[in-house]
C-alpha cells in the first residue's frame, strides 16, 4: 500500500503560508508517496487548487488526516486537529517547543512521531532543511520593507534642484540571517547601513554587505558565539558596556532592526524606552523577536505602537507577512528532510531512528517524548 502525505490548510487565521507547494508535492510523487492536499491550503499563498492537481496531488477534506502516514504542516497541530490524526503517524512542522511541554506531551499520548523542524542541525548536510534560516531571510527582507511603509522620508539620498534628501540611517542588531538580509535590503534601497552582534565572526559579514560594524571588542566579545554557531548570553558586564556603546550610536538612527533570538530563552532586551526617547521623533524601531518577549522595551506583539515619539513595529509571523515566498521554500525544506525518510528502492517510508537529522529533530515517538532537551514522558503519565 501507497503511503501517503497529507497537506492541512492551516487553522491558525494568521497564518498565510502553507508546507507543500506543485514542487514539492512532484518530488514526494516522484519518491513513490500518495499526496492529499486539504482544500484551499494553499489560496493565502497564492497556490491554487487545481496547481496541487496538475503536480499530482488529490485535492480532499480535513478528515482526510486520519489516513495519513505523513502530516506535513507550517505550525504545531492543535489539540482538535491531532484527534483527527492516526497513531503511528508522522507530523513534521515547526513546533515551537519551548515552553510548550504540555502541547508535546499530548502528541505523544496520541502515539505521533513529532518533529521540530527548527531543531534542525546547522551542518552541511542539512542546510537545505533550514527552516530557520529560509524564513528568517525573509523575515529580514519584510522588516525593512515594513520600516520603509512606516518611515516618512525617502531610504536613498536624492540630489534634486530643490535640495537634497539625506539618505536614511539603519541600524541592525544582531547579524544573523534575518539580520544580514536586512542590512543587504536596506543598502539596496539606499540608506547608510550599521549593524552590531555579539559574535566575532559577524564583523566580516557585515562589512561585506558594506555596513559599518559597531561593537564592544574585548576579549569577551572574541570568545561569543556557540558551537552551533548561534549567539550565547554575554555577561552583565559586557551588556552594560555594549549599551554604553549602542545608546550613544541609536541616537543618530533613523531606523533600528533587531533580530536577537536565543533559543529556548526569551529574546534579550536591546532597546530600552531611554534609547528610543533619545532617537529623533519620527524613527522607527523594528522588533522581530516580539513573539519572544522582544528586544526593543514597549514593542506591542502584533502592533505598530507609539514608545517615545518612535514608531515601534511588532507585527507576528513577518516571514508569513511574503507568504507565497515564503511557503516555497519552507515546502523545500520539509519535502528534503521528509526524502531521508524514504527508501528509495521500495518507494516506502523508512524511519531511521538512528539518523543524526532524525535524533535531532524528534520530539516524540512510541507514544513518549524522546527529545532530551524536553525529558522522557511516558504516555502513561504524559
Do not use: C, W
Request: glycine share 10%.
Amino acid at each position: 500500500m501507497t503511503d501517503r502525505v497529507f497537506v492541512p490548510r492551516e487553522s491558525d487565521p494568521a497564518e498565510g503560508r502553507v508546507a507543500a507547494s506543485p514542487e514539492s508535492v512532484k518530488k514526494m510523487k516522484g519518491l513513490g508517496l500518495d499526496v492529499v492536499v486539504e482544500a484551499g491550503a494553499g489560496l493565502r499563498s497564492r497556490i491554487l487548487d487545481a496547481d496541487y492537481e496538475a503536480a499530482g496531488a488529490r485535492i480532499g477534506g480535513a478528515s482526510d488526516a486520519a489516513e495519513a502516514d505523513v502530516v506535513l504542516k507550517v505550525r504545531r497541530p492543535t489539540a482538535e486537529e491531532i484527534s483527527g490524526y492516526r497513531r503511528g503517524a508522522l507530523v513534521i512542522a515547526t513546533m515551537d517547543p519551548y515552553g510548550n511541554e504540555a502541547a508535546i506531551a499530548g502528541m505523544a499520548e496520541a502515539g505521533l512521531s513529532a518533529f521540530a523542524m527548527e531543531l534542525m542541525p546547522r551542518i552541511t548536510r542539512a542546510q537545505s532543511m533550514d527552516i530557520l534560516s529560509s524564513q528568517a531571510n525573509l523575515a529580514g527582507y519584510q522588516a525593512v520593507i515594513d520600516a520603509a511603509y512606516e518611515f516618512d522620508r525617502a531610504m536613498p539620498m536624492m540630489m534634486t534642484a530643490a535640495g537634497t534628501v539625506p539618505a536614511a540611517k539603519v541600524f541592525v542588531m544582531g547579524a544573523g540571517v534575518a539580520g544580514l538580509q536586512a542590512i543587504a535590503t536596506a543598502r539596496r534601497l539606499g540608506a547608510v547601513v550599521s549593524a552590531t552582534d555579539v559574535r566575532p565572526a559577524a564583523k566580516e559579514q557585515v562589512a561585506s554587505l558594506g555596513a559599518k560594524f559597531i561593537a564592544v571588542e574585548d576579549e569577551e566579545f572574541k570568545a561569543a558565539e556557540t558551537a552551533g554557531g548561534y549567539a550565547k548570553e554575554m555577561s552583565k558586564e559586557y551588556q552594560a558596556k555594549q549599551a554604553e556603546l549602542v545608546a550613544s550610536h541609536i541616537a543618530k538612527q533613523d531606523i533600528v532592526i533587531t533580530t536577537a533570538l536565543i533559543p529556548g530563552r526569551p529574546a534579550p532586551r536591546l532597546v530600552t524606552r531611554a534609547m528610543l526617547a533619545a532617537m529623533q521623533a519620527g524613527s522607527i524601531a523594528v522588533d522581530l523577536a516580539v513573539e519572544r518577549g522582544g528586544n526593543v522595551e514597549g514593542a506591542v506583539a502584533g502592533e505598530v505602537v507609539e514608545v517615545e515619539g518612535v514608531k515601534v513595529i511588532g507585527h507576528l509571523n513577518v516571514a508569513g507577512r511574503i507568504a507565497a515566498s515564503a511557503s516555497a521554500l519552507y515546502a523545500k525544506n520539509l519535502v528534503t528532510f521528509l526524502e531521508t525518510m524514504v527508501d528509495k528502492e521500495k518507494k516506502a517510508l523508512a524511519l531511521n531512528i538512528e539518523d543524526e537529522l532524525v535524533k535531532a529533530t524528534m520530539l516524540t515517538h512510541g507514544g513518549a517524548v524522546v527529545h532530551p532537551g524536553f525529558g522522557a514522558v511516558s504516555k502513561e503519565n504524559a
